[in-house]
């Protein structure tokens, strides 16, 4: 009975993480899309240090700040979700592995 629920959620989980990664793939390519076509370049350097971020990208492109923080936004949601379920996954696996 337990092992059946705890593979339940395992699955729920799985199926979450699918649908995240799907939905924000989306948002994240069409931000980039923007990006691309309007020749902004930076690195994941930028895009985890806000401060670098505001120092020396938003100076080069002040027109596209709103896409960057929009495209920034979406990929350290996306990073965030993905960490927490994969845990949730590895947690639950672990727990229906003890139960059976």
């Known amino acids: ?22 939905y924000f793939r989306v948002k ?6 923007k990006l691309v ?15 670098k971020m505001r120092k020396e990208v938003f100076v080069r492109y002040p027109q596209m700040q709103s896409e960057i923080e929009t495209f920034v936004r979406h990929l350290r949601f996306s990073i965030r979700m993905a960490t927490v379920l994969i845990a949730l996954i590895t947690l639950f696996g672990a727990i229906l592995m003890y139960f059976r």
């Not at 337990?2 to 199926?15: H, K, Y």
């Not at 994240?28 to 899309?33: E, I, L, N, P, T």
């Not at 076509?37 to 401060?51: D, K, T």
């Open 28 to 33: 994240v390519f069409a931000s980039y899309k």
């Open 37 to 51: 076509q309007n020749r902004v370049e930076f690195n994941a350097s930028h895009v985890f240090n806000r401060e």
């Open 1 to 22: 009975m337990m092992a059946g629920l705890l593979l339940t959620i395992v699955i729920a989980l799985f199926v979450a993480m699918l649908f995240l990664n799907v």
